[in-house]
């Protein structure tokens, strides 16, 4: 049976008569080889953080910011440039400059851990929903790192927190049908040059008490490289019905302007537990069949909910909390650089792993693991 189009699993099977590997099929998938993560050099205390920007927004700005979960943020720039940036060109062009530099240090590092030279990358996945680049960032990294000139690009703009889980996802379905090349991702989001200073919005406020900056590289393998990281299993991507205004961006002169409900948490509880079951189902599995949970921290609320709604143990989200207190909400960088911890100290071998993400559309992308 083939597991790679988890809708052609028939839904008369049995999973209790059944194996995991018989309904899975016996065809390796492609393998996750290397992650790094990368942050600019301005490293600041969330109180820094709050200190520089309470004058535009005050003391509520000061209670969202110390009940975020956050610590520490790295940022693009130092606090004092922020107050002097002239408007959404010059924040864009700062945007450019440093994605660039932060992507490429990414992307080289990760090559190097997995041993892999950037001639032997067949496709480049890019994202990013910071900032606009045209060449995309993916083009302006090719020559810098040594990609080779019929490298394959697959820009993708717009997915936000969803699209590091996206990428992953994406990276599985090209090497299913290449199985003997090479694959990369690379996201960076600087989402401190979006933020909006005459904005005194819920959502603005939040926002600026929750996101930081940072750059992912991903190396992916098809299955007849004989990658050594943890097998991509299958995946599923879900939008969710009338939810087009829950998260976003209003794109105008002064730039980006957040478009974040406090519906988000409520989304999760309805919808995502019933996606991961009937998905881990196909494949005779339940979240409790899961060892490792490479979550998005999209917020303490959001965290909550996901545990909650999943019934997971109370220490199955930890890297997901150390993320968002360690460097804040990195959008598409986050869960990556959740998945680069888990890669790091690896569960034992033949684990299962899930790979969980939302973002705009509102959407879900869920990614099935093994070690």
């Known amino acids: 049976m083939n597991f790679w189009g988890v809708s052609r699993v028939p839904t008369y099977v049995d999973p209790r008569s059944h194996t995991f590997d018989d309904m899975i099929g016996s065809d390796p998938g492609p393998g996750l080889v290397a992650a790094t993560v990368e942050f600019p050099p301005h490293r600041h205390s969330?109180?820094?953080?709050?200190?520089a920007l309470t004058t535009f927004a005050g003391e509520e700005f000061t209670r969202f910011a110390r009940n975020s979960?956050?610590?520490?943020?790295?940022?693009?720039?130092?606090?004092?440039?922020?107050?002097?940036?002239?408007g959404f060109t010059e924040a864009n062009d700062v945007f450019v400059d440093v994605a660039v530099a932060l992507a490429e240090q990414a992307l080289e590092n990760a090559l190097s851990k997995a041993r892999i030279r950037?001639?032997?990358?067949?496709?480049?996945?890019?994202?990013?929903v910071t900032g606009l680049a045209v060449p995309t960032i993916d083009a302006r990294l090719a020559a810098r790192v040594g990609l080779r000139?019929?490298?394959?690009?697959?820009?993708?703009f717009g997915l936000g927190c969803v699209a590091g889980a996206a990428g992953v996802a994406r990276m599985h379905d090209y090497l299913r049908a290449f199985p003997d090349q090479i694959a990369v991702l690379v996201a960076v989001e600087l989402c401190s040059l979006t933020i909006q200073r005459d904005d005194h919005s819920m959502?603005?406020?939040?926002?600026?008490?929750?996101f930081g900056d940072g750059a992912a590289a991903v190396v992916a393998a098809g299955a007849q490289r004989g990658a050594p990281g943890p097998q991509v299993l299958a995946t599923r991507s879900r939008?969710?019905?009338?939810?087009?205004?829950?998260?976003?961006?209003?794109?105008?002169?002064?730039?980006?302007k957040i478009v974040l409900s406090a519906g988000i948490p409520d989304i999760a509880e309805k919808y995502l537990g019933e996606d991961v079951n009937l998905f881990l189902a196909e494949f005779g599995l339940t979240p409790?069949?899961?060892d490792t949970w490479v979550c998005h921290p999209g917020g303490p609320k959001v965290i909550e909910a996901v545990q909650d709604v999943l019934e997971l143990p109370a220490t199955a989200l930890d890297r997901t909390r150390e993320s968002l207190r360690e460097h804040g909400n990195l959008s598409s960088v986050s869960v990556l650089d959740v998945l680069r911890a888990n890669l790091a100290d690896p569960p034992p071998p033949g684990s299962l792993g899930m790979m969980v993400a939302m973002g705009p559309g509102f959407c879900s992308e869920l990614v099935l693991l093994r070690w």
């Open 46 to 51: 969330q109180d820094e953080v709050v200190s």
């Open 69 to 86: 979960g956050v610590d520490a943020r790295n940022l693009a720039l130092p606090l004092a440039r922020y107050g002097q940036l002239s």
């Open 118 to 128: 950037p001639d032997e990358v067949d496709v480049i996945f890019s994202t990013t």
């Open 149 to 156: 000139a019929d490298v394959k690009r697959v820009p993708l």
């Open 203 to 210: 959502a603005n406020l939040v926002a600026s008490s929750l």
């Open 239 to 256: 939008l969710y019905p009338d939810s087009e205004s829950v998260m976003g961006w209003e794109i105008g002169t002064s730039g980006f």
């Open 288 to 290: 409790s069949d899961i």
